[in-house]
């Protein structure tokens, strides 16, 4: 079937469809395919029309993994609209803590949830997993419902709890035959969740195309599950937990585990730890077997469960993150760094294996808005000789955006003063002032987001602001989200890389302007000089802009492009920090954003007028 025929909508925008047609060769043939179109270009529905069809004529399935529940959430309306174009089996899944009906009866915390569900489920106390086979044509039917019409998951959740069954398993069954599987990146690229994707569901990945959405993100997410850090207050935390819960032996094992980690890592003068004399350590004062057990017994918690469950105490969160710390220490690989009283365990090349992962699937595609430079892209998944393609959508032509990069601030965080916030937020008011449509606000941080915001709101009183916090659930974010929208002209101010500067829509009647303040550059840290080591190790001269400067200025650019979201928008984006004025970051934009660019030290007063100039032009 033609990639026309797997298309959601009567018409292509521009672009789209050479993008379905190059998806389509690439999954109907091997390799990895590096796709680039910018934010709202439409990239879900024409990479889905073009690996459909190659998945139909090669006999593939299609696994379409994201980052975020709301990105999955979005691949899921698409796949919803093309399967009333054209039937086809779908399934989505998120992870088990999403699905858990049985934490409705007492709440559990997202980091003790493992532990909870897996001791529940093997001790035969959770109802809606043991009803599961005892429900056939039930179980059957609420299968095959998921997988030919897509489901919200509200709508999984009463279903499931009316039939007394886990939606987990609901899910999990559906998979196993959906043509289309949408997952999030753990259930493919960490090995412990992929076995419950592939190996339990018996998805083969030499017959599934892989589809990587936003993959950007995807060193930052290898980099993520391959590394764990752990405090000395939470060590001090797990011993008192464990008292509490009874566990008089699993607490003295972490009191002496407190002490011989003291005397290794307090003293040592370098940031740098030697991780095998440390375990050599513990084996010369305990024993060969001692710190693996330990780790096996922290991680089990099998002697504090049952009371934990009955009593109602505090699950053993704690003492569950040091158990997982030192089985990742006993393992081969990590290196060990420390700083403060935080020590912290590092894989320095966490895209080593990669390259592998893809190649077991028949075919990938990896898409993006900001893959620019392709090359250093492709060395910092460490592809650069994985035999990948590279495809841009060129899309600066549909939209007309001017970007103004204003020189006269900076977030550097030696210039953080009142004065420096006091002269941005002065800038954000005169933007506000000059746009009637909405404004976004992305900052680099929480702590430079809420010293903007108190000042902006003294300046703008008349606007009606909203402003997203740290730790929002699902909901809170769909309720701030709901307020910006409610009221024309509203001032949204958010974090780059945060809930709302990636995979959100604000078309052109809502948001007008956008304004990143700032550049996001991770702190320095014994983590990132291990990883720079590793790579100057490998010969990698561009180590500093893998990886702080151009995923610092990735996150700016998809923040500033939330609200260019349809061919013919019109908008503008103002970059307030002295570091975007440098013709390296110029020449790393996107070229949409770079075609009517406007450099300047601009007073409030000038910044409020270039506001108002375009809007008047563009009427």
């Known amino acids: 079937m033609a990639v026309e025929e797997r298309f959601a909508y009567q018409t292509f925008r521009p672009g789209q469809r050479e993008l379905a047609q190059r998806v389509y060769e690439a999954c109907a043939g091997s390799g990895i395919l590096l796709a680039e179109a910018m934010s709202g270009f439409g990239k879900t529905a024409a990479v889905l029309s073009g690996a459909l069809a190659a998945a139909e004529e090669t006999g593939c399935r299609v696994v379409y993994t994201c980052r975020t529940k709301r990105q999955i959430h979005r691949v899921v309306e698409e796949i919803s609209r093309l399967q009333k174009k054209h039937p086809f089996k779908a399934a989505s899944m998120l992870s088990k803590f999403d699905y858990c009906l049985l934490r409705r009866q007492r709440p559990v915390p997202q980091e003790s949830f493992g532990w909870y569900c897996s001791f529940n489920v093997s001790n035969n106390l959770c109802s809606y997993f043991l009803n599961v086979p005892l429900v056939g044509a039930g179980m059957e039917e609420m299968v095959n419902g998921a997988v030919t019409a897509s489901q919200t998951h509200s709508e999984l959740l009463r279903a499931s709890e009316s039939l007394h069954v886990c939606p987990y398993e609901v899910t999990r069954l559906a998979m196993v035959q959906a043509t289309v599987a949408v997952a999030p990146y753990h259930y493919v690229f960490d090995p412990r969740a992929a076995a419950v994707l592939f190996d339990r569901n018996s998805l083969d990945r030499r017959k599934a195309i892989l589809v990587v959405d936003e993959a950007h993100n995807l060193r930052d ?7 764990s850090t752990l405090t000395f207050d939470e060590v001090d935390g797990a011993v008192r937990e464990a008292e509490a819960l009874l566990m008089d032996e699993a607490a003295a094992s972490l009191r002496t585990l407190r002490e011989v980690l003291g005397r290794a890592v307090v003293g040592h003068a370098s940031w740098l730890l030697d991780r095998q ?25 099998s002697a504090a469960a049952w009371g934990s469950i009955a009593y109602e105490r505090r699950l053993p969160s704690l003492v569950l993150r040091v158990g997982d710390f030192l089985a990742k220490l006993s393992a081969e690989g990590p290196v060990m760094v420390k700083w403060d009283r935080t020590m912290g365990l590092i894989d320095p090349d966490p895209v080593s294996g990669l390259e592998a992962c893809l190649k077991e699937f028949k075919s990938s595609v ?23 393609s590279t495809y841009e959508v060129k899309t600066e032509s549909a939209v007309t955006v001017r ?12 210039l953080r003063t009142p004065e420096m916030f006091a002269k941005i937020s002065d800038k954000i008011a005169a933007v506000v002032r000059g746009t009637d449509a909405g404004v976004g606000v992305f900052a680099p941080s929480y702590s430079v987001l809420g010293a903007v ?19 929002l659930s699902s909901q809170e974010a769909a309720d701030v989200f709901d307020s910006f929208r409610s009221s024309e002209g509203s001032v949204l101010f958010g974090v780059q890389a945060g809930r709302f500067s990636e995979g959100e829509d604000f078309n052109e009647e809502i948001m007008g302007a956008v304004i990143v303040v700032g550049l996001s550059l991770p702190p320095p840290s014994p983590l990132l000089y291990a990883e720079y080591a590793c790579l100057k190790r490998a010969g990698e001269p561009d180590s500093f802009l893998m990886l702080s400067r151009l995923p610092a200025l990735r996150k700016a650019f998809q923040a500033a492009g939330r609200h260019v979201r349809s061919p013919g928008k019109r908008g503008m984006v103002f970059l307030f920090d002295e ?9 790393l934009m996107p070229s949409w954003l770079r075609s009517d660019l406007l450099v300047g030290d601009f007073t409030p007063q000038s910044l409020e007028g270039l506001a108002r100039e375009f809007w008047a032009y563009q009427r």
């Open 579 to 587: 570091r975007f004025d440098s013709q390296v970051v110029v020449d």
């Open 277 to 301: 004399s440390i375990l050599e350590r513990f084996r010369d004062e305990k024993g060969t077997a001692w710190l693996q057990n330990l780790a096996f017994e922290l991680s089990a918690c």
């Open 221 to 227: 997410f290898l980099r993520g599950i391959h590394s």
């Open 366 to 388: 990896l898409l993006s808005a900001t893959i620019n430079p392709s090359s250093v892209f492709s060395r910092s998944l460490g592809l650069a000789h994985a035999g990948t």
């Open 403 to 414: 970007t103004i990069v204003d020189k006269g601030v900076s977030t550097r965080y030696k």
């Open 453 to 471: 915001f108190d000042m902006v709101t003294k300046r703008v009183g008349d606007r009606h602001l909203v402003r997203e916090v740290q730790g």
